[in-house]
């Protein structure tokens, strides 16, 4: 009897330990999944594009007369004071040599003038001796008619002629002033170019900057003919910066008034802060790098970091924009890769207590790294990133980060 029950023992013993491994061996797998906790707190929504810095206010310099601008006296980058630093010299436009035809053509009318001038002076003489004449005829005849010899008829009749003596003086005066002119006309044309001129500040035109900064370029150095309204150089203060980047219309349709801007890959080391100044009310037609035709927006920014903080930047330089399109200091977001399409609606994977569960949820502004969730979820639940095809809703599931952490 004792050996039976010992038997027995030893069966019931070997019959829980084959149960046990046979419920171990049918009890499912968990997946490995990564899972990462509900966060909640600020997040922004930006738009990259590539912007280029410029100068705010650049002033260019043009020759105000057609001649020839002197060799530069400031090179590009030079610092210059407005009003006081001289920029250039454009020196008036010589006259040019006369032929042996045009000179004495030149000269013949020379002679006629000098001529008419002699003529209009002997008229001149002629018209004053007769005024003299007729202002003498004029006071007889006022004594005689204060004396009751003469008649008022007379001393009208000398009245008018003595005015019309004025006149002619007037006429011949006039006529004189002509002949000068014509005489100063004609012998301009006979001046021949000063070959011994030295270039000084008493023959020609000195420029001066328009504005205290810098030579921004200079279109030549050396000396050369230049015409009217021809640009000579521009000057702006570099330290006035503003940044150009252009957005796809459809883009800045939907950038805030005032938007904020982060500022990277400038080569500095730290981030920089810009705010949105303007946005062109025209569009540009852009071909992209796939032959797309793109219409496009200029936007303008100001720097709001200190000159001290951006050293070193100046015009033209390249950088990346960061333009905040929205923001909050509060949201309850998850990564981008957790949420997927459920028909038309959003879902994710919730994971409680080991086991994955589908939860359809409201989505709301999503940026390259995290969506926004308005309703679903709690900020102390977790969710399945990337989830793959061999989860389920009701998988067994463990944290992928938990078995690296473990084999380590």
């Known amino acids: 009897m004792h050996r039976r029950t010992r038997l027995a023992l030893i069966l019931g013993f070997s019959a829980v330990v084959i149960g046990g491994l046979s419920w171990t061996a049918m009890r499912p797998v968990p997946v490995m999944v990564n899972i990462v906790p509900v966060t909640r707190g600020p997040m922004q929504v930006t738009l990259d594009v590539d912007g280029t810095t410029r100068i705010r206010e650049i002033f260019e310099v043009s020759a105000p007369i057609t001649g020839t601008a002197k060799r530069s006296p400031v090179r590009v980058g030079d610092s210059v004071v407005a009003g006081d630093t001289v920029v250039a010299i454009v020196q008036p436009v010589a006259p040019s040599l006369l032929d042996a035809r045009s000179r004495q053509q030149a000269e013949a009318a020379v002679h006629e003038a000098q001529a008419a001038l002699a003529v209009a002076d002997s008229r001149l003489t002629q018209a004053e001796e007769e005024l003299s004449y007729a202002q003498s005829q004029f006071d007889r005849a006022q004594e005689l008619v204060e004396r009751g010899v003469a008649s008022l008829v007379r001393l009208e009749d000398a009245a008018q002629i003595l005015n019309v003596r004025k006149s002619a003086r007037e ?26 001129s030295d270039g000084n500040s008493e023959c020609c035109i000195t420029l001066r900057a328009p504005t205290d900064g810098a030579v921004l370029s200079v279109e030549h150095v050396s000396e050369r003919p230049v015409l009217a309204g021809e640009t000579l ?135 390259d790294r995290m969506v926004q969730i308005t309703s679903g979820l709690q900020e102390t639940d977790s969710v399945i990133v990337h989830p793959g095809d061999k989860v389920a809703s009701g998988s067994r599931v463990s944290s992928s980060n938990d078995a690296n952490a473990t084999s380590r």
């Open 171 to 196: 006429a011949a005066q006039s006529a004189r002033a002509m002949a000068q002119s014509t005489l100063e006309r004609t012998e301009a044309a006979l001046i021949m170019p000063d070959v011994t």
């Open 233 to 367: 150089l521009s000057v702006g203060d570099p330290s006035d910066l503003e940044i150009v980047a252009e957005v796809l219309s459809r883009d800045a349709v939907q950038i805030p008034d005032g938007a904020n801007a982060h500022i990277d890959r400038w080569g500095g080391d730290d981030q920089l802060t810009a705010k949105l100044r303007r946005i062109d009310p025209s569009a540009r037609t852009d071909i992209s790098a796939l032959g797309i035709e793109e219409q496009r927006v200029e936007t303008v920014f100001d720097i709001v970091s200190p000159p001290e903080d951006r050293a070193g930047l100046g015009n033209g330089y390249a950088l990346r924009l960061s333009i905040v399109m929205w923001e909050t200091e509060d949201a309850v977001q998850v990564p981008l890769g957790a949420v997927f399409r459920l028909g038309s609606d959003w879902a994710l994977f919730k994971v409680e207590n080991g086991v994955a569960n589908q939860v359809v949820v409201e989505t709301g502004a999503r940026n």
